[in-house]
T-cell receptor
Framework: GAVVSQHPSRVICKSGTSVKIECRSL??????MFWYRQFPKKSLMLMAT?????????EQGVEKDKFLINHASLTLSTLTVTSAHPEDSSFYIC????????????FGDGTRLSIL | GDSVTQMEGPVTLSEEAFLTINCTYT??????LFWYVQYPGEGLQLLLK?????DKGSNKGFEATYRKETTSFHLEKGSVQVSDSAVYFC??????????????FGSGTRLSIRP
């Protein structure tokens, strides 16, 4: 149980393109979804937290106009990297959680984004 | 604020060796504690968890005990296998009874097991 599907697993595109990443909880309804960015050989950096039907809460230093998050249902959240540039190249990982903080987050397999 | 400190890697061991990866935390409340594992090119998988003091989480031969007196949650395994090679993250949930709570991760420890 507690499977999170993230799609696509890899994206390569030109600079200036907008890229959408989907995160779905397949067998549970997620109260909260999270988006992380991971640099090579580094830990995860939380970008934003989103609850279904409300605006995402962004971490300090994360541009909300650059990284658009939509959480339209209890099983789907999307991250759109708008007008992507090479410095946006990274490994993006989503997670989903049922209930409150004592419950673990369940992670997708990540999306490798490469901007040429 | 809350934080997690874990053993610097990389850690290289021979197959069947005993493993310990140290993890300590600082928290103002009563956090839940987790170990996650990340295999190359993949997301994180929950390995084990503990939600209160003296709880022991266990899975796939790995164990960790929530020690409030030493604010530690060290990961152990009695006999490692090559397939255990991965990056291990210690983490805490910063506010157990809040939907706004977040996970705070340690820096990760890369483990390599030699055949």
């Amino acid at each position: 149980g507690a499977v999170v599907s993230q799609h696509p697993s890899r994206v390569i595109c030109k600079s200036g393109t907008s890229v959408k990443i989907e995160c779905r909880s397949l067998d549970f309804q997620a109260t909260t979804m999270f988006w992380y960015r991971q640099f090579p050989k580094k830990s995860l950096m939380l970008m934003a937290t989103s609850n279904e039907g409300s605006k995402a809460t962004y971490e300090q230093g994360v541009e909300k106009d650059k990284f658009l998050i939509n959480h339209a249902s209890l099983t789907l959240s999307t991250l759109t990297v708008t007008s992507a540039h090479p410095e946006d190249s990274s490994f993006y990982i989503c997670s989903a959680r049922v209930g409150q903080g004592g419950h673990p987050q369940h992670f997708g397999d990540g999306t490798r984004l490469s901007i040429l | 604020g809350d934080s997690v400190t874990q053993m610097e890697g990389p850690v290289t061991l021979s197959e069947e060796a005993f493993l310990t990866i140290n993890c300590t935390y600082t928290a103002t409340g009563y956090p839940s504690l987790f170990w996650y594992v990340q295999y190359p090119g993949e997301g994180l998988q929950l390995l084990l968890k503990a939600t209160k003091a003296d709880d022991k989480g266990s899975n796939k031969g790995f164990e960790a005990t929530y020690r409030k007196e030493t604010t530690s949650f060290h990961l152990e395994k009695g006999s490692v296998q090559v397939s255990d090679s991965a990056v291990y993250f210690c983490a805490l949930s910063d506010a157990r009874y809040s939907s706004a709570s977040k996970i705070i991760f340690g820096s990760g420890t890369r483990l390599s097991i030699r055949p």
